[in-house]
């Protein structure tokens, strides 16, 4: 039975690990899951301890945060004002309703509608929804960092199984 546990927990982990990739999907939730299905069904002395789901549900909140943030800092860094920066957030969070492409195209969009609303030009709008997307693909890249970092926390901290 230890043996099932152990595969529901590394089938969970690749199914959370491919799904971190994806804006807003609840690929670290799915990592956690497993870390903690493997808690509960093998126990302590088989498993991890309380301290370490502790710090894998911190990194999972990180992930989040990071998800909304980074579309932001994108859009300042490449010189957007506060209403970019504003629009590329409202952008996301309505992005989440339109899918796969609303999760890329919609800080975007929010960024260079905000530098129109700001009063800039067609470049300087662009160059806003730019950043916004640059932001969000380095936020993808952070979280799979993190996403292998909680694998990678789980299988160093768990007991050898023989």
Same mark, same amino acid.
Do not use: C, N, Q
């Given at each position: 039975m230890e043996l099932f546990w152990w595969l529901i927990t590394i089938v969970l $982990? #690749?199914?959370?690990?491919?799904? *971190?990739?994806?804006?807003v999907f609840p690929g670290t939730?799915?990592?956690?899951?497993?870390?903690?299905?493997?808690?509960? +069904?093998?126990?302590?002395?088989?498993?991890i301890g309380w301290w370490t789901i502790v710090v894998l549900?911190?990194? *999972?909140? *990180?992930?989040? @945060?990071?998800?909304f943030v980074s579309g932001y800092f994108g859009a300042k860094y490449f010189g957007a004002t506060k209403w970019g920066m504003f629009g590329a957030v409202l952008g996301a969070l309505t992005g989440i309703f339109f899918g796969i492409v609303g999760l890329f195209v919609g800080p975007v969009i929010g960024a260079i509608a905000g530098e129109f609303i700001a009063g800039?030009?067609?470049?300087? #709008?662009?160059?806003?929804?730019?950043?916004?997307?640059?932001g969000n693909l @380095?936020? +993808?890249?952070?979280?799979? #960092?993190?996403? $292998? #970092? +909680?694998?990678t926390i789980f299988f160093m *901290?768990?007991?050898?199984?023989f």
């Open positions: $982990f #690749a199914v959370g690990l491919i799904w *971190t990739v994806l804006p939730i799915i990592i956690l899951a497993g870390a903690v299905i493997h808690r509960v +069904m093998l126990g302590p002395e088989k498993s549900v911190l990194l *999972t909140l *990180t992930t989040y @945060a990071l998800d800039k030009r067609m470049i300087d #709008a662009g160059r806003a929804g730019w950043g916004s997307l640059l @380095a936020g +993808m890249i952070g979280k799979l #960092a993190i996403g $292998f #970092a +909680m694998i *901290t768990v007991p050898a199984p």
